[in-house]
């Protein structure tokens, strides 16, 4: 019986996986229906082989509903737009819910090969159910940056100041970066998000990028009124361009322009605060020929004597490249602060840190330059954050040089 289960699910999986990626191939682009065939394929490689499993348990109807789901969600992006609560909470939700969890399931499927018996087939499923409760929920803190250190650091590091030289008036920032609108980031969770900072009274706000997801391009509404609080703070606001805002940069303008957020696109301004003169340099993205890039920029934007010079630059990758003694500050996000890691337990890594050696959060430094990486709002690509909570940071940034 259990048998005949199986395949029946393996042979309904290949032709739930035929019909997604050729309507995906013919009715949008050859480019997504490569990109689901690939991702749908390994989900459905890992599901059927962990099928016997799965539908022995007594939860097998809700199995099935939830790998449903995927396909569901996947066919649906053939037309993307922002759907209501009622669809993300019973398809988008639990499709990225089974996706991740059977991708992290990947080595119990390859066990299953060799033995008849998994032990702690919960256990992947369980984590994407915490990921589920993080990729939902944001982390609120107060985080005390030292700027103007003087130490020259070889070789890019993680940096924290040895001992923080408190200046008399800070200046307090927030940084939105990555803010994702889609199914796990609605209007109504952005828009509460941009009022929360509005009410932290910071001198300055800064977005450094990737405003959107496939889901949320189609209507160019949806993003102005989930920034609308920045009105509020109008000429204090400021916004560059992540590589994802070049799919609808028309969309994500706009919505700036009607927030009242100024869009800094290789460009430079400066702001009287309470506490000093600033000058913000926003850098667009680019992904070739960035060190060429930035130091075109920056000396096209020299820096104001007796400012603070706050850079924008959304991939924390090219931070590299930025020429050494431009920047007090550079703020980036990208990383979504590497996504899958182990900080909820206190402890710095990620995945992304074993995999390659951009910075994924936090504060580093190279030469004098200093970078600050953003967790990022919201997030995209791998289904859910895992270990790695959104960021809703107010930061505090203290001269070390000031004297003070």
């Given amino acids: 019986m259990l048998l005949g289960s199986v395949s029946i699910f393996a042979q309904a999986t290949l032709a739930a996986y035929l019909l997604v990626v050729t309507a995906a191939w013919g009715f949008r682009s050859r480019l997504y229906g490569i990109f689901r065939g690939v991702t749908l394929g390994v989900h459905s490689l890992i599901a059927c082989a962990l099928a016997p499993f799965l539908l022995a348990t007594p939860l097998w109807p809700l199995v099935l509903w939830l790998h449903v789901c995927v ?21 988008s939700v639990p499709g990225a819910f089974f996706s991740a969890g059977t991708l992290l399931a990947l080595p119990w499927a390859i066990m299953s090969a060799f033995s008849d018996q998994l032990w702690g087939l919960w256990i992947p499923y369980a984590l994407a159910l915490i990921g589920v409760i993080q990729s939902l929920s944001s982390r609120r803190e107060v985080i005390d940056l030292q700027l103007g250190d003087a130490e020259v650091v070889p070789a890019l590091a993680r940096h924290g100041a040895k001992a923080l030289a408190k200046s008399a008036r800070p200046l307090r920032v927030m940084q939105l970066s990555d803010t994702h609108l889609g199914p796990f980031m609605s209007v109504d969770r952005l828009r509460s998000i941009a009022q929360r900072a509005v009410e932290q009274k910071p001198d300055l706000v800064f977005l450094t990028g990737d405003f959107l997801t496939m889901e949320s391009q189609s209507d160019p509404a949806l993003l102005g009124a989930a920034l609308s609080p920045f009105a509020a703070l109008e000429g204090r606001v400021f916004a560059c361009f992540g590589n994802h805002d ?20 290789d460009a430079a301004a400066t702001v009287e605060t309470e506490a000093g003169r600033v000058q913000v340099l926003g850098l667009d993205y680019v992904f070739r020929n960035r060190r060429e890039h930035l130091s075109r920029v920056c000396a096209a934007h020299p820096r104001e004597q007796g400012a603070l010079r706050i850079v924008l630059l959304h991939d924390p990758g090219a931070f590299r490249h930025v020429p050494d003694g431009e920047a007090d500050l550079v703020l980036s996000g990208h990383t979504h602060g590497g996504q899958v890691g182990f900080l909820s ?43 790695v909570p959104a960021e809703e940071s107010v930061l505090q940034l203290h001269w070390a040089t000031r004297g003070e």
């Fill in 71 to 91: 396909f569901l969600q996947s066919l649906a992006l053939i037309r993307p737009r922002l759907r209501s609560l009622w669809y993300r909470a019973l398809i």
């Fill in 345 to 387: 337990l206190g402890l710095p890594f990620t995945l992304m840190r074993l995999l390659m050696k951009a910075p994924d959060h936090g504060m580093w430094a190279l030469g004098t330059n200093r970078l600050y990486v953003h967790r990022g709002t919201g997030h995209y690509g791998f289904p859910l954050r895992l270990g």
């Fill in 246 to 265: 070049h799919e609808a940069p028309e969309v994500v303008m706009g919505a700036l322009q009607s927030a009242r957020v100024r869009l800094l696109m």
